[in-house]
């Protein structure tokens, strides 16, 4: 059985087309301003790349916040279940799933059929979030792909005290002018996130093995700052981004 | 008949139509007190927590700000009112009825024109520490007198000390009000207001008990609408009348299978107040998972102490009452009490609000949350969000955390 799973976040979608458990496909797009288009936009080019019609698809499960403005999916599911089906379809082991997405990150505890025991989100605000990321990447006139190798190279990470967005900005702006390196901002960067989900995830209770999903997991400096906080090592697919795509794919096998 | 017709009769058929017998009422209390001068009566603005029995022997017509700030926020007038108090310098992190009420009494803002001025203020501190400052506000700015009752938080128990200094006040408290209404304290009258007082939480307490029922005839929604008379009109026989009615209405809805939530097959506790400007959204966004909130910790905090009352001494076991209210009281004897409610009412989870306003409600929930999960195995789901300051809600979010939950209690 042919399905697909889409899943529009708040800065890409992503789209995974799966044969009965095997991969045949994903794609990410920025989704822009209308996701509704972008759901639409990402499955076509992931099947034109696969070589396959639309009328092979099955099923269609769409999640993300975007979920409910895909018209051609035939149910729409949460992110935290996708996520959940998603990881434990990749490594049944995991039991916990930190995702760190554009504009909120989350975390979920899972039982061993991969079925959500627990989750918890952050509150209305970006810390955090690779949004919180794209900001400071802009303010240190850093590319967001070498933040990751930056961060590893730092000698001590700079200490970002505050939890908004903004003004993390200004004390990453002061920290600039105060001759700080920038490999040492971007690790205190990278450790403001992580304290912040760190905090999240011990509310919900951590339980190994880790997983980290979502575009952020892509970060080898965020996963390193998030391990260091949680105490225990993560693994990080490298399906990430596109988890909660294939989580949607494999709900829809069972429609 | 077409399926439109059907649903619409569907739709009447659960409606509870008591609703407009409690609107005439709140229209008349309201009318009664914007007029109370021209009547010679006394107004006096309480908190919702306030010993009211006592202004009603007095006749003294109370009012509520903060009974204000809940129709202010259904009316979707909060944002506006939050930012004005914050344009008169309050900060955002005052509580939304506070800041609602503040900037609505010189402008004569909110869906009825303002409250009627106070010829004083009773403020009692068992639901918050706000309410202090609020009202010492309140009192600058009407320039009338203020009386404070100062209940002491409940760690482990009450201790006779601590009900002497409560008891002591509250004759300090009828003194305050003979000097204030120019009359002697009618004790036989007192008395009756008394036992009307533990008549209607009695009676108010067995409306909510008829959500027990599966399927519940009334959620915790209707119960946010009806909880209005047992706040304002506590002690009366008109509050005793309308809740005999309205508990007949459920008994009857039983007895028919009328059920507020059709197809009900998860029962749920909501833990907080209500989100005003919300509740319809909330109310269809549960109910399109086939979820029902039969109940609440909120609107039975009333109710919750009633059994401490004795009528035939209602000044020492009221002190004692009024300091137990439900966020007045530790942790532990929180639990206990949303334990029993958990119980009661059979449910499949737990749907805490954080609420930024409330602070002395919030504070704690997430200990609470995990005593739940733990002790009880009940699932809880927390949402963030404000009960009159719209900007506090994220509509996305809030949704996505409720599918969610409730994907998880369906799997």
């Known amino acids: 059985m042919i399905t697909a799973g889409i899943d529009i976040g708040s800065i890409t979608a992503k789209a995974a087309v799966l044969n009965?458990?095997?991969?045949?496909g994903t794609r990410v797009l920025f989704t822009g301003y209308n996701a509704k288009q972008a759901g639409r936009m990402v499955l076509d080019e992931l099947i034109r790349e696969?070589?396959?019609?639309?009328?092979?698809?099955?099923?269609?499960?769409?999640?993300?916040?975007?979920?409910?403005?895909?018209?051609?999916?035939d149910k729409a599911v949460t992110e935290i279940t996708c996520h959940g089906t998603g990881a434990h379809f990749i490594d049944p082991e995991i039991r916990f799933i930190v995702d760190v997405g554009g504009q909120d990150s989350k975390v979920i505890r899972i039982d061993e059929t991969g079925r959500v025991l627990d989750f918890a989100m952050n509150d209305k605000c970006a810390a955090g979030t690779g949004r919180f990321l794209e900001v400071m990447a802009r303010a240190l006139e850093v590319d967001l792909d070498a933040f990751g190798p930056l961060s590893l190279q730092a000698d001590a990470a700079s200490k970002i005290s505050s939890i908004c967005t903004v003004f993390a900005e200004s004390e990453v702006i002061s920290l600039i002018s105060k001759g700080e390196t920038r490999e040492n901002i971007i690790a205190g960067i990278h450790d403001a996130a992580a304290s912040r989900i760190s905090a999240m995830a011990r509310r919900v209770g951590i339980v190994?093995?880790?997983?980290?999903?979502?575009?952020?997991?892509?970060?080898?400096?965020?996963?390193?700052?998030l391990e260091t906080r949680l105490e225990t090592p993560i693994r990080v697919s490298p399906h990430a981004q596109v988890n909660g795509a294939i989580g949607a794919a494999i709900l829809a096998r069972k429609l | 008949m077409t399926e439109q017709n059907i649903a619409d009769l569907e739709k009447e058929k659960r409606k509870i139509k008591s609703v407009a017998k409690m609107k005439e009422i709140m229209t008349t209390y309201y009318i009664e007190a914007k007029t109370a001068a021209e009547s010679g009566k006394k107004v006096a603005w309480i908190t919702s927590g306030g010993p009211v029995e006592f202004l009603i022997a007095m006749d003294v017509i109370p009012v509520y700000p903060e009974n204000h700030g809940a129709m202010i926020g259904a009316s979707k007038m909060g944002v506006d009112l939050c930012e004005k108090a914050e344009e008169m310098g309050y900060s955002r992190d005052l509580c939304s009825y506070a800041r609602a009420d503040i900037a609505a009494a010189p402008i004569n803002g909110g869906p009825i024109g303002g409250l009627p001025r106070p010829d004083f203020l009773v403020c009692c501190n068992n639901i918050c520490g706000t309410v202090l400052k609020w009202y010492e506000v309140m009192a600058r700015y009407f320039d009338v007198p203020l009386f404070i009752l100062d209940t002491?938080?409940?760690?482990?128990?009450?201790?006779?000390?601590a009900?002497?200094?409560?008891i002591d006040q509250t004759y300090e408290y009828i003194?305050?009000?003979?000097?204030?209404?120019?009359k002697k304290m009618d004790y036989d009258r007192m008395h009756e207001v008394s036992r009307l007082a533990v008549e209607g939480l009695r009676l108010w307490q067995a409306v909510l008990d008829t959500a027990a029922h599966k399927p519940a005839p009334m959620t915790a929604f209707d119960a946010f609408f009806h909880l209005a008379l047992i706040v304002t009109l506590r002690g009366t026989q008109t509050t005793v009348d309308y809740y005999r009615q309205l508990l007949a209405e459920m008994e009857q809805r039983i007895k028919d299978g009328i059920a507020m939530v059709p197809n009900e097959k998860y029962r749920l506790l909501w833990d907080n107040l209500p989100v005003w400007y919300r509740t319809k959204w909330l109310s269809e966004k549960f109910a399109s998972h086939d979820a029902c909130l039969v109940g609440d910790t909120y609107t039975s905090a009333w109710s919750g102490v009633m059994d401490l009352i004795d009528p035939d001494n209602f000044i020492e076991s009221g002190a004692v009452a009024y300091s137990s209210v439900y966020i007045n009281v530790s942790l532990d004897k929180m639990f206990d009490t949303l334990a029993a409610l958990i119980r009661k009412y059979d449910v499949d989870g737990l749907v805490m609000h954080s609420n930024r306003s409330c602070k002395p409600y919030s504070?704690?929930?997430?200990?609470?949350?995990?005593?739940?999960?733990?002790?009880l195995g009940i699932p809880t789901l927390m949402i963030e969000a404000d009960m009159v300051d719209a900007r506090s809600f994220s509509e996305s979010q809030i949704e996505t955390r409720i599918d969610a939950f409730m994907e998880k209690l369906k799997t």
């Open chain 2, 163 to 166: 009900k002497k200094y409560v």
């Open chain 2, 152 to 161: 002491p938080f409940i760690h482990k128990e009450f201790s006779p000390a």
């Open chain 2, 175 to 182: 003194a305050f009000l003979e000097a204030q209404t120019g």
């Open chain 1, 208 to 225: 190994p093995p880790v997983m980290m999903t979502g575009g952020v997991a892509k970060n080898i400096g965020a996963v390193r700052a």
């Open chain 1, 50 to 73: 696969i070589d396959m019609s639309m009328d092979a698809i099955n099923a269609v499960v769409s999640t993300g916040y975007g979920r409910n403005s895909v018209d051609f999916a």
């Open chain 1, 20 to 24: 009965d458990g095997k991969i045949l």
């Open chain 2, 363 to 375: 504070f704690g929930q997430y200990d609470l949350q995990k005593m739940v999960m733990e002790r």
